[in-house]
């Protein structure tokens, strides 16, 4: 890490600019700083809950290490693939929320944006931070993440409400005690019923476990009293914390007993402050709340993440300890959760309730599709998830960035792509006929989220056109709709998908390209400039083919 001024300082780079006044897209401040990170991904076996696992992380860290940055600044990353033991397999990071500008070629996306990183070699990352807030990133390779291949990032900026203390970024994530392969097995498997269901629930990869409650014949080695994660209050000082669902599947609803918490920012995009006891959050959205520590200076209080009923969970609640500076430390806390009772619907917050700080209008839409949501059993008997009538696939070996770099355009129909040309701004209708929630994902975009609710959509009122809430992961919820549009002026191929690994895995994921004339032509300075594929994207692709040569890759998912 540079030693060069983030937060703190009494000069920060973006200045006069707020989060009222500033447009988040257009005005972020010109810092010509890069942050510098060195990512080494390899297994290892770790224990955050008591109960070892064999997992893949970053620099053998888990949660992975936090990557910081200003506002405007650039961030670096040489990723290395260090996954040499048995099995070998590839990876690929993906900067979650990240509009990546005139940027594709860095999107993390394997069979998309780029050929997986082969075991053994690097590849390095270079983007913008142009939004700012809290975010994550991880790896975009099947299901890899749910080994606990995540890790925290914070971009400093203009916030709407006073703020004293920083706590940092907080996971939420539902935990799966075999390795992801095993699950993605399991959830591609002939007859598989359709839910899979998580062993425990961590607050900043931490928790305990009951190892009395394993299956019959489990000799993994396990312990019952694994430390929970632990925070300090500051009397009469005002926290801000930064959550964040990195889960495979699960929902969550967070509170802190005794206090409320004032909502600031969702995902990347700061809101109108409100008041709430509770917060639902799907995998892959954040939640930025402010929290007064206005109680018994001498107190402890709990901080519960709970996965909601419409997820499916063994073990769904999970505890932190929060100390104000003058308690007992050893002791546990003896609080009273708030009465919140769980809807079971697996909604985000109401969008009248969720208005972002700098209004934009909502654009007239230039293309309206729609989206259903259905699940299907193939003639093996896998249940796959479709998305627009079709369960994707990707190609490892042929990502569709290069494919339309090369100027062809006849895509398999089990890579699910929607070119969308010249297009300014496109409107989705995503109905929801199935009995699961789906945390929806757009790459390189916030989405307008237009509508929201149980059932079809029915033409029901946008909410708010002059300022519909923005995000880039949008619930819906179990026999609900909801309706987005996405201004398609960011040259690339993005996927639009389900955040839920499994889903993920059995097909739920779709690409839309935006722009295809900039991608073939080129743009800009940096990456994608020119008339060819970047050089170090082409050559990951080399290194790919030859791994594959050598080593038959069974691939039973969809791979993304
Ligand atoms: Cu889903």
């Not at 780029?114 to 809290?134: D, H, M, N, V, W």
């Not at 033409?459 to 909801?482: K, L």
Request: proline content about 8%; aromatic content about 12%.
């Amino acid at each position: 890490m540079s030693t060069d001024s983030l937060r703190g300082s009494f000069s920060v780079p973006w200045g006069h600019r707020t989060s009222h006044d500033s447009n988040p897209y257009t005005e972020a401040p010109v810092t010509q700083r890069t942050r510098r990170y060195d990512f080494n991904i390899s297994r290892g076996v770790i224990a955050p809950d008591g109960y070892e696992k064999r997992v893949i992380l970053v620099n053998g860290q888990f949660p992975g290490p936090l990557i910081e940055a200003n506002w405007g600044d650039y961030i670096e990353v040489n990723v290395h693939n260090n996954i040499l033991d048995q099995p070998q397999e590839g990876t690929s990071i993906h900067w979650h929320g990240f509009l990546q500008t005139r940027n594709v070629w860095d999107d993390g996306t394997p069979g998309v944006s780029q050929c997986p990183i082969a075991p053994g070699k690097s590849f390095t990352y270079k983007f913008r931070a142009e939004l700012y807030g809290t975010s994550w990133y991880h790896s975009h390779y099947s299901a890899q993440y749910a080994s606990g291949l995540f890790g925290p990032i914070v971009v400093y900026g203009p916030h709407n409400a006073v703020q004293d203390i920083d706590l940092g970024p907080i996971f939420v994530s539902d935990w799966w005690h075999e390795e992801y392969y095993a699950t993605v097995k399991k959830v591609m498997s002939p007859g598989f019923e359709g839910r899979a269901f998580s062993d425990n629930n961590l607050i900043n990869g931490r928790m305990n476990f009951n190892c009395s409650t394993v299956d019959a014949g489990d000799t993994t080695k396990c312990s019952n009293n694994a430390e929970l994660s632990k925070f300090k209050f500051q009397s009469g000082k005002a926290h801000r914390l930064r959550f964040i669902n990195s889960g495979a599947e699960g929902v969550q609803r967070i509170s802190i007993d005794e206090h409320t918490m004032t909502v600031i920012a969702n995902d990347f995009v700061e809101i109108e402050p409100y008041d709430t006891t509770v917060v639902t959050l799907g995998i892959g959205q954040r939640v930025d709340v402010v929290v007064k520590a206005n109680q018994n200076p001498t107190g402890a209080y709990w901080l519960r993440s709970n996965l909601t009923s419409c997820s499916n969970a063994k073990q769904p609640f999970a505890f932190a300890a929060i100390y104000y500076d003058k308690a007992n430390t050893k002791a546990k806390p003896v609080s009273t959760p708030w009465d919140v009772p769980d809807p079971g619907t697996c909604a985000n917050d109401d969008l009248a309730l969720t208005k972002p700080s700098f209004p934009i209008k909502l654009p007239e839409p230039s293309w309206t599709q729609n989206m259903d949501i259905s699940v299907t059993r193939n003639s093996s008997g896998i249940l796959l998830w479709q998305f627009g009538g079709v369960a994707a696939r990707v190609d490892y070996n042929s990502p569709t960035l290069l494919q339309v770099k090369n100027n062809n355009f006849n895509f398999e129909p089990e890579m699910n792509v929607m070119n969308f040309g010249g297009n300014s701004s496109i409107r989705f209708i995503v109905n929801n006929p199935t009995p699961a929630p789906h945390p929806m994902h757009a790459h390189g975009a916030n989405m307008y989220i237009l509508s929201a609710g149980p059932g079809n959509y029915t033409n029901t009122p946008i909410v708010r056109p002059e300022n519909p809430m923005r995000r880039d992961v949008q619930m819906v919820q179990p026999f609900g709709h909801v309706v987005v549009q996405i201004d398609s002026t960011n040259p690339g191929v993005w996927p639009f998908h389900c955040h839920i690994a499994w889903h993920a895995s059995a097909g739920f994921f779709s690409q839309m390209i935006f722009q295809p004339d900039e991608i073939i032509r080129g743009y800009g300075s940096g990456s994608g400039s020119g008339p060819f594929v970047p050089p170090r994207v082409s050559q990951t692709c080399r290194d790919w083919d030859a791994f594959t040569k050598k080593v038959v890759l069974d691939q039973i998912d969809s791979g993304f």
